[in-house]
């Protein structure tokens, strides 16, 4: 069975980097895509960026474009996910999702969830 673990949450300054991880167990991250997802109080779900299974991001958000960005560490089954140049807008609680989607930017796509770690933003 598979199951993904976020990590990495906290708060920071507007401008400051952080960088948020998903650790996998039950099959490797390498053997289906991966993706990003977030939710901000009081609006819906929505996605942030992808990548394939067979690596290289798939999709990314124009909101977080030139200032996220996602890679994979195979050796340690995880995947992380670099925010630069945050902004309050940015603030969330973060999901990582597994699975093998049709449409990357699609949360019913996805066939696994993390639990989400929180992103706060403020000065």
């Known amino acids: 069975q598979v199951q993904l673990v976020e990590s990495g949450g906290g708060l920071v300054q507007p401008g400051d980097s952080l960088r948020l991880s998903c650790a996998s167990s039950?099959?490797?991250?390498?053997?289906?895509?991966m993706a990003w997802f977030r939710q901000a109080p009081g609006k819906e779900r929505e996605f942030v960026i992808s990548?394939?299974?067979?690596?290289?991001?798939?999709h990314i958000a124009d909101s977080v474009k030139g200032r996220f960005t996602i890679f994979s560490d195979n050796i340690k089954n995880t995947m992380h996910l670099e925010m630069n140049s945050l902004k309050p807008e940015d603030a969330a609680v973060y999901y990582c999702?597994?699975?093998?989607?049709?449409?990357?930017?699609?949360?019913?796509?996805?066939?696994?969830w993390g639990q989400g770690t929180q992103v706060t933003v403020s000065s």
């Open positions: 999702a597994a699975g093998f989607p049709i449409i990357a930017t699609r949360e019913d796509q996805y066939d696994y």
């Open positions: 039950g099959r490797t991250i390498s053997s289906f895509d």
């Open positions: 990548v394939r299974a067979s690596g290289g991001i798939r």
